[in-house]
């Protein structure tokens, strides 16, 4: 899908300026304990499943619709897992982002895992112990997903 109609048209007026997003990211397990994750079709690389939310959509919801929309997987969220404002990233346009990001431990309930759009390369289930090679952001979120802890949140500075 790439950049949603509602950013688009705020760019049309702001520019390539920084702008804070909201950003969703889904840690789905299967009944077996293996964790879905989708080959970007931008960078080739295997991550974890994510997105922005629409407006006025519920973050779980999005997470929910952005593991459908990619993967054709039906789920459920069971818990927040994390929540992390990222570093900034500049695309190769000049456009400048922030996410604040919201990860869900989801559980598959239904579908198919296959490529749903055009966003993924492939999609496929993996083993946690069998993981393909994935950036620390993927890895620290399926960590998280696998305890039974609170919800991790970047530690504050110590005054």
């Not at 702001?14 to 397990?29: K, M, N």
């Not at 077996?32 to 922005?52: E, Q, Y």
Request: charged content about 25%.
């Amino acid at each position: 899908m790439g950049t949603p109609d509602f950013i688009r048209e705020i760019r049309a007026t702001a520019g390539h300026q920084l702008l804070l997003l909201p950003g969703v990211s889904a840690i789905v397990f299967d009944d077996d304990g293996r964790v879905l994750l989708g080959r970007r079709a931008d960078t080739g690389r295997w991550s974890i499943i994510g997105g922005i939310p629409e407006p006025g959509e519920q973050p779980a919801g999005a997470a929910v619709r952005e593991v459908y929309e990619e993967t054709a997987v039906r789920c459920v969220v069971e818990r927040v897992v994390l929540v992390q404002a990222l570093k900034p990233v500049t695309y190769p346009n000049g456009d400048e982002c922030q996410y604040m990001d919201i990860t869900f431990r989801c559980r598959a309930v239904g579908g198919e895992a296959r490529v749903n759009d055009d966003e993924s390369l492939e999609v496929g289930w993996f083993p946690v112990d069998g993981l393909p090679e994935l950036a620390d952001f993927a890895l620290l979120r399926i960590k998280q997903a696998l305890t039974d802890e609170p919800t991790w949140f970047e530690p504050m500075p110590s005054r």
